[in-house]
């Protein structure tokens, strides 16, 4: 009975001290972040909250054309890169079987494709845009290069998603006569939709704030430009850069621009939190 007690009473202590190391690696990791935010907040909400930070170009002192150059280059990586992410992580879950090796060439090159870093993608976008089909810079010369950082994350997040999807779904609707793509388009993805929206807007949230594709493969500019093939086009992390080599002048707009971005991908986690939840399967009440 002592002993016992005495086990019990080293296994309290052992668990309280795991519970102390736990919050306190808790409080490491949030203190320094809280910061971040506190310091990103009260130095950049001053352009914020002027109204013609939203409204007027950066020539008048605004950023709409950052904002909006920031918009339609990640859109247009979205468009390009969602879709065909999602097809090869279908590929790779449901067709596994028909081809091993170009199963695993496919892996693999997705492996290289999700470590590679951003100059990386934008200097071999540079090298076959710019230089084999002397195309000139452009936005949407970074939206393939964005493209090239997004499609991994696409394929993995809807890979895990789609292998969660219990099997028993898929053999209950061949049972039935349901063809194979009929029963991935009916019944796997929408089961699946919500995990690989989060997935997604997690993607476009990793891209939106890329800098090194918007040094190399387009122009800066403080004029609107809404056309992504013809001239320079302005986006948030250029218009950082280029306020920062002004100097001590130009640090408020950083740290605005900063806030602006931090605000978009905000928007873009709260989007997905909202499209997980009324998106997939609805069971019906009896």
């Known amino acids: 009975m002592e002993l016992t007690q005495q086990l019990s009473g080293r296994r309290r202590g052992t668990d309280g001290l795991v519970r102390g190391a736990?919050?306190?690696?808790?409080?490491?990791?949030?203190?320094?972040?809280?910061?971040?935010?506190?310091?990103?907040?009260?130095?950049?909400?001053?352009?914020?909250?002027?109204?013609?930070?939203?409204?007027?170009?950066?020539?008048?002192?605004?950023?709409?054309?950052?904002i909006l150059g920031t918009l339609i280059q990640t859109g247009i990586a979205a468009v390009v890169g969602i879709p065909l992410g999602v097809l090869v992580a279908i590929y790779l879950v449901e067709y596994a079987d028909t081809s091993k090796r170009l199963v695993r060439i496919t892996t693999f090159m997705v492996d290289v494709l999700s470590g590679?870093?951003?100059?990386?993608?934008?200097?071999?976008?540079?090298?076959?845009?710019?230089?084999?089909?002397?195309m000139p810079r452009s936005g949407f010369a970074v939206a393939l290069s964005l493209v090239l950082l997004m499609v991994p994350l696409v394929i993995r997040a809807t890979e895990e998603m789609l292998k969660i999807v219990p099997q028993d779904l898929r053999e209950a609707a061949y049972a039935l006569g349901v063809p194979k793509w009929k029963t991935i388009l009916r019944v796997v993805l929408p089961t699946a939709m919500s995990g690989i929206i989060t997935g997604v807007m997690l993607a476009i949230a990793r891209v939106m704030g890329e800098s090194a594709p918007v040094l190399i493969l387009v122009g800066a500019t403080q004029a609107t430009n809404l056309n992504p093939f013809v001239g320079n086009q302005q986006s948030l992390p250029l218009m950082m850069l280029q306020d920062y080599n002004k100097g001590p002048s130009g640090y408020e707009t950083v740290w605005g621009a900063a806030l602006t971005l931090v605000i978009a991908v905000a928007i873009v986690y709260v989007l997905a939190r909202v499209l997980a939840r009324f998106t997939g399967p609805r069971m019906e009440k009896s």
């Open 22 to 66: 736990v919050m306190a690696s808790v409080v490491v990791a949030i203190l320094p972040l809280g910061w971040l935010v506190y310091t990103l907040i009260s130095r950049g909400i001053g352009p914020v909250l002027d109204i013609g930070w939203w409204t007027q170009s950066e020539r008048y002192g605004g950023a709409v054309n950052a």
């Open 116 to 134: 590679v870093p951003s100059i990386v993608a934008a200097l071999f976008i540079y090298a076959v845009w710019r230089t084999t089909f002397d």
